[in-house]
């Protein structure tokens, strides 16, 4: 894949010293491309919070790397103690997103038995370049899987333009390289396919407009920025053929925790007849729940994301508030869509239906852990 900014990765080890991991810092897209490093597992955590970094599969990724800034700093004593409570740290980061807490446990459990930090570092570095790398080549499978849906809507369409709806950002920047919901797309246009991309702008931090957006020019995709009130209107003309989203949390029932107004999507997406995927990394899937209303943590942000927008003005960024002082906001950060209204879920190995079993056939060494 290419782009027209020098880095197609949304996170690294730095080249001249592979201490440092490297981001880029998603707060300053799309006016500037800023690279920050971090140093420090502390780091690590206030770049999840904050949002440098974002999107379910990159706080995974981003958490690997945590756990090894973690293990170049372990002080003599208990290590496995000290790992768990970088770990703690990471996962309190941000609630939502199930791959954080994957990746924690999972590195958390090859650490256990190590006590030597030498041993405990070489295995969380390979660690985290393994999760970096599997995350590349899962997102490159969903797209392959994906694509299937949009080339036979363009044969329908007599090879018109296929119009994908999409909404927050679950493209590369949400991930390493080739995003979730945005894999199939690019994978289409590589056989020449042709889409048009619908952005939902996505209120309050609007990663449509900052992120998707960009990202989608960066790569040359047509699409135009939308409010999020607009879905709804152009499914009723006709003028969306697919809806692609992406995931935070999706039980193994196949509800599904995604960027708040997900579930209004959804909602029109089924009056109008207009298929609704969500592209679902294995990583992304919580094997444990079944009820994503109840058990789904959803994450609560500062109303002030809210009462505020920020903006670039004369080569600066500034915040303007939009709401009155004493009024108060309330900011969820994600929704469930339940899995009724889901047509499906592109894994890395097929699509499936939203329903435990179909989700199973697919990953049937799953069935064990549940
Ligand atoms: O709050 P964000 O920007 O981290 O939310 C991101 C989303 O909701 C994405 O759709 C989701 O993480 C899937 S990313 C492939």
């Given at each position: 894949m290419t782009t027209r900014t020098k880095t197609n990765r949304t996170i690294w080890?730095?080249?001249?010293?592979?201490?440092?991991?490297?981001?880029?810092?998603?707060?300053?897209?799309?006016?500037?491309?800023v690279i920050k490093d971090l140093k420090n597992v502390d780091e690590v955590v206030v770049a999840i919070r904050d949002m440098q970094v974002r999107g379910a599969p990159l706080i995974g990724v981003a958490a690997?790397?945590?756990?090894?800034?973690?293990?170049?700093?372990?002080?003599?004593?208990?290590?496995?103690?000290?790992?768990?409570?970088?770990?703690k740290h990471l996962k309190d980061a941000r609630p939502t997103a199930v791959n954080l807490a994957h990746v924690v446990d999972r590195v958390l459990s090859a650490v256990s038995k190590l006590n030597n930090p030498d041993d405990i570092q070489k295995t969380t570095f390979q660690m985290a370049q393994d999760i970096l790398n599997e995350d590349v080549q899962i997102?490159?499978?969903i797209g392959e899987h994906g694509l299937h849906l949009i080339e036979d809507l363009s044969k329908k369409k007599n090879g018109e333009a296929v119009n994908v709806l999409t909404h927050c950002n679950a493209g590369w920047l949400a991930c390493v390289e080739w995003g979730t919901a945005t894999s199939p797309i690019y994978h289409a246009l590589e056989q020449g396919i042709?889409?048009?991309?619908?952005?939902?702008?996505?209120?309050?931090?609007?990663?449509?407009?900052?992120?998707?957006?960009?990202?989608?020019?960066?790569r040359g995709v047509p699409h135009t920025l939308i409010s999020d009130n607009s879905s709804g209107y152009l499914m009723t003309r006709g003028l969306v053929d697919l809806v692609l989203v992406g995931t935070d949390r999706t039980t193994v029932?196949?509800?599904?925790?995604?960027?708040?107004?997900?579930?209004?999507?959804?909602?029109?997406?089924?009056?109008?007849?207009?298929?609704?995927?969500?592209?679902?990394?294995?990583?992304?899937?919580?094997?444990?729940?079944t009820d994503g209303f109840r058990e789904i943590p959803i994450e609560k942000r500062s109303e002030n994301e809210v009462k505020e927008i920020q903006g670039w003005c004369d080569g600066t960024f500034k915040?303007?508030?939009?709401?009155?002082?004493?009024?108060?906001?309330?900011?969820?950060?994600?929704?469930?869509?339940?899995?009724?209204?889901?047509?499906?879920?592109?894994?890395?190995?097929?699509?499936?239906?939203?329903r435990k079993e179909s989700l199973l056939k697919l990953f049937p060494e799953k069935r064990g852990s549940i």
């Open positions: 080890l730095k080249e001249s010293d592979k201490k440092v991991v490297q981001i880029i810092d998603q707060r300053f897209l799309p006016h500037q491309v690997g790397f945590g756990m090894y800034l973690a293990s170049l700093h372990l002080s003599c004593g208990n290590c496995s103690l000290q790992m768990q409570e970088a770990g997102c490159k499978q042709k889409v048009h991309v619908w952005v939902d702008e996505t209120r309050p931090r609007r990663q449509g407009a900052h992120l998707t957006a960009w990202e989608l020019g960066e029932t196949g509800d599904v925790a995604n960027k708040i107004g997900t579930y209004m999507v959804a909602l029109a997406a089924k009056d109008n007849q207009v298929p609704f995927y969500v592209s679902a990394p294995s990583s992304s899937i919580d094997w444990n729940m915040k303007v508030k939009v709401a009155p002082e004493r009024t108060p906001a309330l900011n969820y950060a994600f929704d469930v869509t339940p899995r009724a209204l889901v047509t499906g879920i592109i894994t890395e190995r097929g699509i499936a239906e939203a």
